[in-house]
């Protein structure tokens, strides 16, 4: 098919004039005429009128059949051109939670941008796993360690567990043992199964005031000094300067909050280079 062609051909519609579609494509007029008469000869039929005393553009009856067919192959033109660039540029999809995507991987994203092109999914971590093992996502980043087929899982991570308290730090300098505090004045959000042992063997399950699963909730309803919850320490630095919370150590402290990569074990051999990337950048970081 004559490309260049459909090019003259669709920007002549668009403009209304060959003296226009000659200004939009940077050539001359001649070259646009040209371009639609050889356009023409291999379709073997008109697309425009060429009666003298006509104003504007006028498509034949089987030029406006060929106006659709003409979009759609602009439209593949697009799409090889875009196959073609990706030949620097490597697609990538990431299945994360919120609360690692959002508090850990802000930088990581952006190391990222400069050899891939990543789309982020907000999942569940289950559901993370069972995208990684469909192969449909290239690498997760998760707050669980399960143990299912085909599913490679690397701890990328781990950090201390904060308990936040709303008042002035100057209030919560001397520690507190778990057992002073009022499970019914919690706000609870669930930080993985290890926390939840140590979480359940000091306070009466459920009994919380209120469960919730984004951790900014937490800082949003946390607004009284008898409220109290406890979250990451990546998660409590990016909220501590928000607003009037502070930190108490614990006497007994939570277990650390583990991250963890997972990959397909067949997964493509182009993305070991990320993989890797991907272990030395957490290795390298310290929170």
Known sequence: MYFIGVEAF???VECGSVTKAADILHIS???????LRVLEEELGFRLIERNQGIQGVNLTEKGYLYLAVAEKLRHLMDEAEGIREMKTIQSLTIGTADSISRYLLPEFYKQLYKKYKPFVLTQHTLETYESIQSKEIDIGFVKREYSMPNV???KIHEEDMILVRYGKQKDYMLPISPEA???SQEIFMDW???YQIWHDNWWTPNRYTIRVDAAALIFEM?????QWAIVPKSVYETYKDRGNFSRQPLLSSPPKRMSYMIRHKNADSSLGALFEFTQSFFKAESY
């Not at 007029?29 to 371009?35: F, G, L």
């Not at 946390?222 to 008898?226: M, T, Y």
Request: proline share 0%.
């Open 152 to 154: 490679l899982v690397t």
């Open 192 to 194: 993985g199964y290890s």
């Open 222 to 226: 946390l607004e009284d000094a008898s």
């Open 10 to 12: 669709l920007a002549i």
């Open 29 to 35: 007029q001649s070259s646009v005429s040209y371009r």
């Open 181 to 183: 505090l009022d499970s």
